[in-house]
């Protein structure tokens, strides 16, 4: 769907609700595909993020308990993290994180190694987070199996009568189902364990500063998953050449020197990792790759109901982008898991 409009004053009284009332300057913010983000610049020279909660795919009760819950946890641990100033549902004001940004595209393997690190630091920083369990924010939110049977409903429906033009999209699906259920299975039979995770690791959901510290945003999604698929989208996006929508596909590859500096970065802070789960790194790069890529086709094929799009073809080039990394793993496999496998053994050592 296209970007939602809001007027002055819907916006004065989200933020009057939430104590501000000097606000000089309010506009739109960053390339979330999700909520609507927008920076607040202050009388007081205070700048704000404030931010209305996609209310179609969040519960938003649930979504305000685990962030509330994440962060003060995290405050508490002295560890670095969002800072909300409000929460009045479906508002929220979180206080801007100067002199860090946020990109699309990793610059430097050094970068990429430091996003690894973060996130791998958030997933430990939360292991200990008390009882009772996270609520489950979107169940099944990384399931492939159940993303397939999504694909094929919204094939058969064909709401927006689009079916017909990705026929080669399909198949390029088809021919990837055998894969589908493995890290699910895995997690069902315990052979890998559940551990409290972000699960929206995409490179502009962590914050880098110059001097290489860096703040894990974006954490509506956390809740409880697999470190597997944590990774698996760092692969995804950190070793990306090209944008999310690159047009041209000879420019999107995945690039092997993102990906070693990536499984280094990881590894050195994920020390809690499992053999089984270092030892299904690099696949997991492959699946949830494959996954995101069925979940822009399915919003394609159902008339662009969940991301965020700019233009008819949006969702459709972001699923070509995607098949396009797929394949370029997919050739890379080897080396890849060769990759793995040797940083394991010197980090472990
Ligand atoms: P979405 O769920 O739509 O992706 P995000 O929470 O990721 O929304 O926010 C979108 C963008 O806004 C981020 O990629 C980042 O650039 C910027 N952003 C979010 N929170 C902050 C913050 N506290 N300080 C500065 N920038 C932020
Ligand atoms: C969405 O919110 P944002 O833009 O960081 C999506 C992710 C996808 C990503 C693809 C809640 O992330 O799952 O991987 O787009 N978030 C949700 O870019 O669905
Ligand atoms: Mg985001």
Redesign the pocket.
Known sequence: MGSRVYTREQLDAALASMGVTDQTDVSRYG?????DTFKVETRRGVRYILQRV?TD??PQEMLKANILRVTQFLKAKGVKSLEVVGYENPWRLYAFLEGYTSVDIVTSPREAALAAGAFAKFQNDLADLPAPRLGDI?PR?HDTVDRLRLLDEAAAADVAGRRSGVSAELAFVDARRDEAAKIVKMLEKGEIPERITH??T?I??VMLAPDGTNVVI?L??TMPGSALYDFG?MV??STAAAA?DERDLSKVYSRKEYFEALVRGYLAEARFLTEAEKANLAFSGRLITLT?GI??LTDYLAGDT???TAYPEHNLV?AHTQFRMVESMEAQAGEYERIVRTASGEIRA
């Open positions: 390339s979330g595909h999700i909520n996609n795919i969040f979107i939110f699960n929206d995409k502009n959901n974006d509506d999604t989208d995804r996006t999310e995101i979940r822009f969940y991301f965020r972001r």
